[in-house]
């Protein structure tokens, strides 16, 4: 039987679930990897959903294809793709890219240190994987500068109930824009994974109300806003300083409509999360360059993180932040389609979408 398209696949996670593609997607136009990502965002979308949409994919599933690096320092470029967007930069889809790449063999793995660079939308990723008897145990990935847009900023939020109406937010870069509120002002929210549903309720609500009231601009990346809710809450844990809960929007958020008011819940601590987290923190005076910060996921895992540099950025006083961590592969495999499939982009139903 022939098949419309075959895709090659190594099936990883982190806690949260991230595809790679390694073969099958042939070529895409552009200069750069972000000129690449602009072409899939702009002219075929229909890879994306192919990939992460129903049967093949689901609400918390992200997606990496490999392609050929443009930049001349790169070992390897990836477009990462995630269920209403293509960010520029994902922190966990890098560290499962990176151990993807050894662990198959298609960047050579050596015991020890292996250091390389990355080429995602957002530019070059330096890379520091240790590799133990044939695994890596740990990714380190150097990001783009991170700077916070606005800190300790309140905004109206409807519908949240049990009287609150203010929420203070801080707004900041690491290659999203994130909105991220303390915890502590939904003292009925505890961060903790039964509670996914009155977590992804409220931060859908403060993503919407920020999105509203906090405009925001990178300069390298025209019309990107906010577009991920963040809950953080400091822990008294002997391996974690904060534990955070990330809402990934699988739909636009519409007050006059309840359903909406949903996301996908990040399984693990979110590597551009943390570094928007870290320079947050940053700004308020909460970290230091070179300080160790170790950020806690809803199931435990745990990212390290630490501040390198200060750098100006279109005059924000910005950082270069470093994330470590550690990716599974859990499985290999082909996504086809079928000839006469109807639903050639997937589908997606109003039970578990939004």
């Known amino acids: 039987m022939s098949f419309k398209r075959v895709l090659n696949v190594v099936e990883t996670h982190d806690g949260e679930p991230m595809r790679v593609v390694t073969g099958g997607i042939g070529h895409i136009p552009g200069n750069s990897v972000y000129e690449m990502e602009e072409y899939l965002r702009t002219q075929d979308d229909s890879l994306r959903k192919f990939l992460l949409r129903e049967p093949r994919g689901y609400p918390p599933l992200c997606c990496n294809v490999l392609v050929p690096p443009k930049h001349p320092d790169a070992a390897a470029g990836f477009i990462i793709m995630e269920q209403t967007e293509y960010p520029m930069m994902s922190g966990g889809n890098t560290i499962s890219v990176a151990t993807v790449l050894l662990e198959t063999g298609i960047i050579p793995m050596k015991e020890g240190l292996n250091e390389f660079?990355?080429?995602a939308p957002a530019g070059l990723i330096g890379i520091k994987a240790i590799c133990e008897d044939g695994k890596v145990t740990q990714v380190t990935f150097k990001n783009v500068p991170a700077f916070a847009v606005y800190t300790d900023t309140e905004i109206t939020v409807?519908?949240?109930?049990?009287?609150?109406?203010?929420v203070k937010v801080d707004v900041a870069w690491g290659g999203m824009f994130y909105v991220m509120a303390d915890v502590?002002?939904?003292p009925w929210i505890a961060l903790e994974p039964d509670q996914g549903r009155e977590i992804t309720r409220v931060s859908s609500l403060i993503l919407k109300a920020a999105q509203d009231q906090l405009p925001v601009e990178n300069p390298d990346y025209p019309g990107v806003g906010i577009t991920i809710s963040q809950l953080f809450g400091k822990i008294d844990h002997p391996d974690a300083d904060v534990k955070n809960a990330v809402t990934v929007a699988s739909g636009a958020v519409d007050f006059d409509n309840p359903s909406t008011w949903i996301g996908a819940l990040d399984r693990c601590p979110c590597g551009t999360g943390t570094c928007a987290r870290m320079a947050a923190m940053?700004?308020?005076?909460?970290?230091?360059?070179g300080e160790t910060f170790r950020h806690m996921g809803l199931l435990g895992v745990v990212y390290k993180g630490q501040l390198l540099e200060e750098v100006d950025f279109y005059g924000h006083k910005a950082?270069?932040?470093?994330?470590?961590?550690?990716s599974w592969i859990y499985g290999y495999g082909n996504l086809?389609?079928?000839?006469?499939?109807p639903f050639t982009e997937g589908y997606t139903i109003g039970d578990i979408w939004g």
Do not use: M, R, S, W
């Open 117 to 119: 660079n990355l080429e």
């Open 158 to 166: 409807p519908h949240i109930g049990h009287g609150v109406e203010k």
């Open 184 to 186: 502590n002002q939904f």
């Open 282 to 289: 940053y700004a308020k005076g909460q970290l230091k360059i």
């Open 319 to 326: 950082v270069i932040p470093a994330i470590t961590g550690e």
């Open 336 to 341: 086809v389609l079928d000839p006469t499939d």
